[in-house]
């Protein structure tokens, strides 16, 4: 069994920063991608960034220059470091990752549950 257990959400004032975690824990192989996204009420779940093993991350433009994505490969474990943070950034924060469980013979995502971030003064 696999799971995802984001850490390192709660509040933060407008401007402050805030880094999340996200550990893949259980039977792995490798992973393959590991991603964010985000959810505010009402709205539909939003991609943020994501980061091949061994690549470069990859960004969503309203996050650009002010959120940082790396990994851990030893750790299996996924970091957001989050600066300059708006009111609008306000979420239930996910992380996924594109995995393969020991023993496995394909990849297959799995999420984590979030963990909420509030900007708010």
């Known amino acids: 069994q696999v799971q995802l257990v984001e850490s390192g959400g709660g509040l933060v004032q407008p401007g402050g920063p805030l880094r999340l975690s996200c550990a893949a824990l259980?039977?792995?192989?490798?992973?393959?991608?590991m991603g964010w996204y985000r959810q505010a009420p009402g709205l539909q779940r939003e991609w943020i960034g994501d980061?091949?093993?061994?690549?470069?991350?990859n960004y969503a433009d309203s996050v650009k220059g002010r959120f940082t994505i790396s990994r851990d490969d030893a750790k299996n474990t996924i970091y957001l470091q989050m600066n300059a943070l708006k009111p609008e950034d306000t979420a239930v924060y996910y992380c996924?990752?594109?995995?393969?469980?020991?023993?496995?013979?394909?990849?297959?995502?799995?999420w984590g549950r979030g963990t909420q971030v509030t900007v708010s003064s």
């Open positions: 996924n990752a594109d995995l393969l469980l020991s023993g496995g013979a394909v990849y297959s995502y799995y």
């Open positions: 259980g039977s792995i192989r490798s992973i393959s991608v």
């Open positions: 980061i091949k093993r061994g690549g470069s991350p």
